[in-house]
């Protein structure tokens, strides 16, 4: 497919007519980007629980799309290459406000280029050019902190309580997230792990994950550490489907995955984050300046853990792994 034609797909999609506004007549536009959700999803009704609390979060707020609210909707469907050129088509649109999930130091300079004001998910704002304050946001950009270094120091925490023999983790991920991760392989390195990597090649389809879990005969892991980024989410029930059919405990990026009978996950509580960033919207669109809307960096963590499915790849799970799991499906 070519460049422009793939930019050219990703025209958000327009929501209905809006039927009537807030007492000050204002009609707000807010641009949602996802890196792999299709818009879709990406609304109260798409299936997906922090989707759902962003938008009953907004209307406890105020805000409700079809009468005072319109939402563009922007995906870039797991295609990193157009980040750059996605940020500067949402720029010029110019909405009142980008909602990103995208995490990605392109498209951070192009919609910041722009001086729109964002609330996004950002590993780490300063260490990334995004701001010089957590506290201060210094440019157009606020949001909420995706620590990867805490959520990898987590997840590699549960899968040793829940293997403690585990010596060889694989992880699932693009090249490209892969090329970036020295530090976590380090990481495992000091707990005297091995961390290898089920690198997923461009273009990230079906038949390149099949490929990747086809490889595993040659040097099979202990353990299956997914990442969160690339297409993972978009190829879940693959993802799930294979890996519980090699048999090989798993640990995941979102419940998600293990409501599609992924073995465990350990994340950020999304909802609370969507409903967070909703605030951060709220008080944005009311016109407090960015810069007096700090970073938020998550407190609570949510464990999902599938019973099912330890048991038929032959798993005990540890009691006190179960006793602190907020969700269990037996």
Not at 28 to 56: C, D, K, N
Not at 69 to 92: D, M, T
Not at 141 to 161: C, F, H, Q, S
Request: proline share 6%; net charge neutral.
């Amino acid at each position: 497919m070519k460049r422009r034609d793939l930019i050219a797909g990703l025209l958000p999609v327009a929501v209905a007519p809006l039927a009537g506004a807030q007492q000050s007549g204002m009609i707000y536009r807010i641009a949602a980007v996802h890196s792999t959700h299709p818009p879709s999803l990406m609304s109260e009704h798409g299936g997906l629980s922090y989707w759902q609390a962003l938008f009953q979060e907004l209307r406890r707020l105020g805000y409700e799309e079809g009468r005072n609210l319109k939402i563009e909707r922007y995906s870039e469907r797991g295609q990193e290459e157009i980040s750059p050129a996605l940020a500067k088509q949402i720029v010029a649109s110019q909405p009142d406000l980008i909602f990103s999930l995208v995490g990605k130091v392109q498209f951070y300079a192009e919609a910041a280029a722009g001086r729109v004001p964002m609330v996004a998910m950002v590993d780490d704002p300063v260490a990334m050019g995004v701001s010089t304050s957590l506290s201060r946001p210094s440019a157009n950009v606020t949001g909420i902190i995706g620590d990867l270094r805490v959520v990898a120091a987590k997840r590699l925490e549960m899968l040793r309580e829940v293997r403690p023999g585990a010596n060889h983790v694989a992880a699932l991920t693009p090249h490209s997230e892969w090329e970036l991760s020295g530090w976590t392989r380090r990481m495992y390195q000091e707990h005297g792990m091995r961390l290898t990597c089920l690198c997923v090649a461009n273009p990230m389809q079906e038949s390149a994950y099949r490929q990747v879990f086809a490889n595993l005969d040659h040097d099979r892991p202990d353990f299956i550490n997914v990442f969160g980024g690339g297409a993972n989410f978009t190829y879940r029930e693959l993802v799930v489907g294979v890996v519980n059919e090699m048999r090989i405990p798993a640990i995941y990026p979102i419940r998600q995955f293990v409501e599609l009978g992924g073995l465990m996950s350990y994340a950020m509580d999304l909802d609370e984050l969507y409903r967070h960033a909703a605030r951060q919207m709220d008080a944005i669109l009311r016109g407090q300046p960015v810069s007096e809307v700090p970073f938020y960096f998550p407190t609570k963590w949510e464990l999902a853990i599938n019973l099912r499915t330890a048991k038929r790849i032959g798993l005990e799970m540890p009691l006190s792994i179960l006793t602190r799991a907020d969700l269990v499906i037996d």
